[in-house]
C-alpha cells in the first residue's frame, strides 16, 4: 500500500465498472448542478482522475468517455492488466450479478479503496466470503447505502440520541422494487438510526422486482422494542420509498425517495381545550442532493486522512443479513 505522504501530491485515480444509471446515467444527459452518480461526483472533485471505465456497451463506454474524459475505455476486465493498469479508487457499478466477478478482480489489482454498490452480492454467504477476503488484504470496501452520506440524517441521528423530539413511539417505512434491491436502503436506514433490529413478522411477497428479489411486508422491532412496520407497494405503478418516524413530539417523515423532509410538530388543540394535536406541515429540501458528493468526499479522506468510512462492509452486511432472514421466511 502506498504511503499517505506519496498520496497527497497527487490524485487519485479512478476506475469504474460499469456504466449505468448510478454509474453515470443519471447525469450523462442533464445538468445537474449536484451529482447523482459516480463518474460525475468524481468529475467535480478535483482530487480525483478519472483514468478508465469498463462496459461491454460500446456506446455507453463512448459516451463516459465524451462526458467526464476517461482516459481508458474498456468492453472487459479481461482486457487489463493486473501488474500494469493500477488504481487508487474502484467504483463498481456492475448488475448486482456480476459484483461478485467486479470485487475478484478488484482485489487482485490491490487499490486503496473499493467503492461498490449495495447489495455487494445477492448471495449472503457469498458477500460475507468476498468481506473476509477483503479484510485480509486490508482494503477498505465502501458501500454506496446513500443516505449514509447525507449530513441531515446524521443530524437527525443526533436529535433522537439527546430526545430532542421524545421517544420514539413507532416507525413505518414504504418501499417496492424488491427487498435487496430497493428495501435494503430502508433496513439500513433504520438500523443506523434506531439500532439492532428483530424480526418479528414476515408478509406475503410482491414479485415486482425479480423472482428471487420480491418486495415483502415485514415487523421488525428494535432494542428498545420500538415497533417497525415495512410496507410494500408494488413498482409497477410507480417508484415509492418513504420513512415515517412517529415520535412523542411530532411526527418526521423523509419523502419523495429521500429528497424532503415533511415534519409536523404538537401543539395545543386549537378547537378542543386540553387536546394535544398535530401542526400544519413544514416542508424542506434534505441533503439527498449531496449524498453523492460527500460520498467521494469520504472516500478521499478515508484514505488519505484514515477518517472512517460512513458505509462499509460491517454495516452492509448487517444489513443484508436481515434482508436474507426477511426474504428466507417469505419464500420458504
Known amino acids: ?3 499517505l505522504i506519496e498520496k ?3 490524485k487519485l485515480s479512478v476506475l469504474l465498472i460499469g456504466c449505468g444509471n448510478i454509474a453515470g446515467g443519471f447525469d450523462l444527459y442533464t445538468k445537474n448542478k449536484e451529482p ?5 461526483a468524481y468529475f467535480q472533485d478535483n482530487r480525483f482522475n478519472l483514468k478508465a471505465c469498463i462496459d461491454p456497451n460500446s456506446e455507453k463506454l463512448l459516451a ?3 462526458k467526464w ?3 481508458n475505455i474498456y468492453s472487459s476486465v479481461n482486457q487489463m492488466d493486473h501488474k500494469s493498469d493500477k ?4 467504483s463498481i457499478c456492475s448488475p448486482t450479478s456480476a459484483h461478485k466477478e467486479s470485487l475478484e478482480f478488484a482485489i487482485k489489482s490491490s487499490p486503496e479503496l473499493v467503492f461498490c454498490e449495495k447489495p455487494i452480492t445477492e448471495d449472503i454467504k457469498t458477500t460475507q466470503s468476498l468481506i473476509n477476503m477483503y479484510e485480509k488484504k486490508n482494503i477498505p470496501l465502501a458501500v454506496n447505502f446513500t443516505r449514509r452520506w447525507m449530513s441531515d440524517i446524521h443530524e437527525f441521528s443526533g436529535d433522537l440520541k439527546t430526545k430532542k423530539w421524545g421517544k420514539i413511539r413507532s416507525i413505518v417505512g414504504h418501499y417496492n422494487k424488491g427487498l435487496l434491491n430497493n428495501g435494503s436502503h430502508l433496513i439500513d436506514l433504520i438500523h443506523f438510526l434506531a439500532g439492532p433490529l428483530e424480526i418479528n413478522y414476515v408478509g406475503k411477497p410482491v414479485f415486482d422486482h425479480s423472482e428471487h428479489d420480491p418486495s415483502i411486508p415485514a415487523i421488525l422491532e428494535s432494542e428498545d422494542s420500538v415497533p417497525i412496520y415495512l410496507n410494500v407497494t408494488n413498482s409497477n405503478d410507480y417508484s415509492f420509498f418513504e420513512i415515517d418516524f412517529y415520535m412523542e413530539k411530532g411526527i418526521i417523515q423523509l419523502t419523495d425517495g429521500g429528497m424532503y423532509w415533511k415534519i409536523r410538530e404538537v401543539e395545543d388543540s386549537k378547537e378542543f381545550s386540553g387536546y394535544k394535536s398535530l401542526g400544519k406541515t413544514k416542508i424542506k429540501e434534505s441533503g ?3 449524498a453523492m458528493k460527500n460520498a467521494v468526499d469520504n472516500i478521499f479522506n478515508s484514505i488519505l486522512k484514515n477518517q472512517k468510512l460512513l458505509s462499509d462492509a460491517s454495516t452492509a452486511i448487517e444489513t443484508h443479513q436481515i434482508c436474507s432472514l426477511i426474504r428466507e421466511k417469505a419464500l420458504s
Not at 447523482?36 to 460525475?40: I, K, N, S, V
Not at 488504481?87 to 474502484?90: M, R, T, W
Open 1 to 3: 500500500m502506498k504511503t
Open 8 to 10: 497527497s501530491d497527487k
Open 36 to 40: 447523482l452518480t459516480h463518474a460525475q
Open 64 to 66: 463516459f468517455k465524451n
Open 69 to 71: 474524459g476517461f482516459e
Open 87 to 90: 488504481f487508487d479508487v474502484i
Open 288 to 290: 439527498y442532493k449531496l
